[in-house]
């Protein structure tokens, strides 16, 4: 795996840049004050639940109190295998070209076009997605399919270059190199072995076909962009140039009556898990009133935008 140390980062020129540096330098630099701040409500909700535990022991018959603790360590034990095995899960899921295997890439070939906030959006997409892979394993230990196993996606984000990268500790915390299934590439879409270009898809809004379903063996493309959609059209183009030209699909959106027009461009984490979703068995319709937030749907006519969510909105071009 390549190294995951940071450049250094480049001066800024102007008043603004340097204000935008300063900002992510004192986030940086508290975020051990955060962590400690995190523990301590864990430490205090652990001292309540203990304390609440021995007020119940102290009204039981020690009969009642040995059965009671008895279920809560089988619980315990329970969830650790629970979780021990949606990690081996995670961690068994390999970038290739495979038909058995479910395999996402985030394409980071825009990055000379993004300014340094939309970069810093676009690296945090990559932890939703993880946490959604994830949460995906999590409830297919728990709760296994009897028809059809469960769909846990390998994904790789590619073309990571050094301008790329220097956001990653600052964003994704010193932990980021060890998510299992995640995969950090510095070598482009283009140069990738395992991507051959008649198995490989690029979804984009601009694309005129729609994704009918979704695949083993596939590799499916989400660019890797926050960008306001000031970009327009520069995912179907990347995608056309590709190997001499790629297939190019939007996700059907206008299968659900709820979803405004506007809504064509995603989040990519919101696309990621769309196809987490249809992978494993779900309708486009549901899954989509499911995942596209509510601001971009429309409920009786009215649509439910408020001016807050979209200040909060960390949306960019799939």
Not at 8 to 21: G, M, N, V, Y
Not at 233 to 239: C, E, K, P, T, V
């Amino acid at each position: 795996m390549p190294s995951d140390q940071a450049s250094p980062p480049e001066i800024p020129t102007t008043k603004s840049a340097l204000k935008r540096q300063r900002k992510v330098e004192r986030y940086v630099a508290q975020r051990l004050e955060r962590r400690e701040a995190r523990k301590r409500r864990r430490q205090a909700e652990a001292d309540r639940r203990r304390q609440a535990w021995q007020q119940r022991q102290a009204r039981l018959t020690p009969e009642e109190w040995a059965l009671q603790k008895a279920d809560a360590d089988a619980r315990r034990r329970r969830e650790r295998a629970w979780t021990e095995q949606a990690r081996d899960l995670l961690a068994q899921c390999e970038l290739s070209g495979a038909s058995d295997g479910y395999c996402c890439l985030v394409d980071f070939g825009f990055s000379a076009q993004l300014t340094d906030k939309e970069l810093r959006k676009s690296v945090l997409q990559l932890r939703e997605i993880y946490v959604a892979n994830k949460t995906a394993a999590a409830q297919a230990v728990r709760q296994p399919a009897i028809d059809r196993p469960a769909a846990v996606f390998a994904v790789g984000a590619c073309g990571l270059d050094a301008h790329v990268r220097r956001h990653f500790d600052p964003v994704l915390g010193a932990g980021w190199s060890r998510w299992p299934s995640m995969h950090f590439l510095d070598t482009p879409l283009e140069s990738l072995d395992f991507c051959v270009p008649d198995r490989v898809v690029y979804l984009t809004a601009d694309a005129p076909e729609p994704l009918e379903s979704v695949r083993p063996g596939i590799v499916y493309v989400i660019g890797g962009m926050v960008d306001r959609n000031r970009l327009k059209g520069a995912a179907l183009q990347r995608a056309h140039c590709l190997w001499g030209g790629v297939c190019a699909r939007r996700l059907p959106l206008e299968r659900s009556p709820h979803v405004a027009s506007r809504a064509a461009v995603l989040a990519t984490c919101h696309v990621f898990q769309l196809l987490l979703r249809v992978a494993n068995g779900a309708a486009w319709a549901p899954a989509i009133d499911e995942v596209v937030p509510q601001r971009k749907q429309t409920r009786n006519g009215a649509s439910t935008d408020t001016r807050s969510q979209l200040l909060s909105d960390a949306e960019g071009d799939a």
